[in-house]
């Protein structure tokens, strides 16, 4: 923090920023994007920002190197260069498997998959369709007052929304089977993992299941598409718009 704080008021250049934001409380971290606005852009002096925070480096990067193993992967605009490393990140992650050492817990998660509206089991889906996340939970013990629950995360790591319900057990049961439905043309666009939890609020975790799967979602005509590639946010909103004229 120190170190940073003296680098930014020296006037450099040209000023290397490595994982600055890996350190520090949020208000800290606030003031270092800030600050870094500032020298590029009112200033005119470059920074090279060094990080693995993908929103920050979509914030304040025009341009994006990607380094592999100590050499340059890609260079280019920010947006292209992201989508590659998310898309191999994305191959190398969301394929679900379960772990010996959950096999043993009261409650665990068995399964996830995605599935359109027929059924059909699919990880690419159009911006209209129905996306089903469908769920299996092993019961070796009842638990009371267990919820589970989903997180859709996006390319930059940005929890995208939330969604939960309380798990129902009955006694002998030793699998629960769920189908939770995200509507067609709510989210937008591109890339997302999808994060399963079991837990009693506030009290336990009782399952946690990162990267369960992935969706990647494709525009083929909604009314943004005509800004092809810019970043319209995570959900589109059915607004009611109203025109007055006088």
């Not at 006037?11 to 994982?19: A, N, R, S, T």
């Not at 200033?43 to 925070?53: A, D, M, P, Q, Y």
């Not at 890609?74 to 191959?91: A, H, P, Q, R």
């Amino acid at each position: 923090r120190l170190a940073f704080s003296v680098a930014a008021h020296m006037e450099p250049d040209i000023l290397l920023v490595d994982e600055v934001l890996a350190v520090g409380d949020a208000e800290f971290q606030k003031k270092c994007l800030g600050k870094m606005e500032e020298v590029t852009k009112k200033e005119g002096r470059t920074i090279l920002f060094v990080s693995h925070n993908m929103a920050a480096i979509q914030r304040l990067c025009p341009k994006t190197i990607l380094l592999e193993k100590g050499r340059i992967k890609m260079f280019g605009k920010t947006e292209k260069v992201i989508d590659s490393y998310i898309n191999k990140s994305l191959l190398q992650h969301g394929v679900f498997e379960v772990s010996k050492d959950v096999l043993k817990k009261d409650m665990f998660i068995a399964d996830v998959k995605t599935t359109d509206a027929e059924k059909k089991q699919k990880t690419n889906f159009i911006h209209t369709d129905d996306i089903n996340i469908n769920i299996v939970c092993q019961v070796n013990k009842i638990i009371k007052n267990v919820f589970i629950g989903f997180s859709i995360v996006d390319k930059t790591g940005r929890k995208v929304f939330t969604s939960q319900r309380a798990l129902k057990t009955e006694m002998n049961q030793k699998k629960i089977s769920l189908t939770a439905k995200i509507p067609g043309y709510f989210l937008t666009p591109g890339n997302y993992l999808v994060n399963i939890a079991l837990s009693i609020p506030n009290m336990l975790l009782v399952d946690l299941k990162e990267n369960a799967c992935r969706i990647m979602i494709t525009d083929t005509g909604s009314e943004l598409a005509m800004y092809d590639g810019a970043d319209y946010g995570c959900v589109f909103s059915p607004c009611e718009w109203i025109t007055e004229t006088s």
